[in-house]
């Protein structure tokens, strides 16, 4: 019976991570690049909830998902795309680990949750401005969007963290995988 649980358990973890990735590719296409980089909220959300429901490297697994689409829909740029989704994927398991980001008697502490995401959003933010701006010139230097995008990207991040947050405490808390 334990091999029919892993198998169970197993499909359900690349079921959620696959819709988790498949939301984050609609969320990322429907809205024009650069655009789509200051309203990062429900990928924000959707990567934490990755950590959160699937444990060990679950937003890399739904961040690798979401990448591999997006780079599908956007070819000229797809090793970058592809790049910067798996950077944030590990950024967020990465805070989450550092951070202690646990779910303790079904919950998990907002404050922590928010922290990981914040900085995980403006780690990713900064690395993928400082090489597709600065370094290759692939968008024009526009100062008034790039603070946009800077500013409204790290809240977005801090928001999503919390969105992930109250979700989780307040619906997920007996979720099992």
């Not at 029919?4 to 959620?16: D, I, K, M, W």
């Not at 403006?122 to 995008?149: H, T, W």
């Amino acid at each position: 019976m334990e091999n029919g649980e892993n198998l169970g358990q197993r499909t359900r973890r690349v079921a959620f991570a696959t819709f988790f990735g498949a939301v984050i590719f609609v969320t990322k296409t429907a809205v024009p690049s650069p655009i789509d980089k200051m309203f990062i909220v429900v990928q924000a959300v959707l990567l934490a909830l990755g950590a959160l429901l699937l444990r060990k490297m679950g937003a890399t697994y739904v961040a690798v998902i979401g990448g591999i689409l997006t780079a599908l829909w956007r070819t000229a740029l797809a090793p970058f795309t592809f790049f910067f989704a798996l950077l944030y994927g590990l950024f967020v398991d990465g805070f989450f680990f550092l951070f202690k980001v646990d779910i303790v008697d079904g919950k998990v502490k907002t404050g922590r949750l928010v922290t990981a995401m914040t900085l995980s959003t403006a780690l990713i933010g900064l690395l993928s401005f400082y090489v597709m701006v600065l370094l290759m010139g692939v968008i024009q230097r526009n100062l008034p969007l790039e603070v946009g995008i800077l500013v409204m990207g790290n809240l977005n991040g801090a928001i999503g963290g919390y969105f992930a947050a109250i979700i989780w405490n307040k619906h997920l808390k007996n979720a099992k995988l």
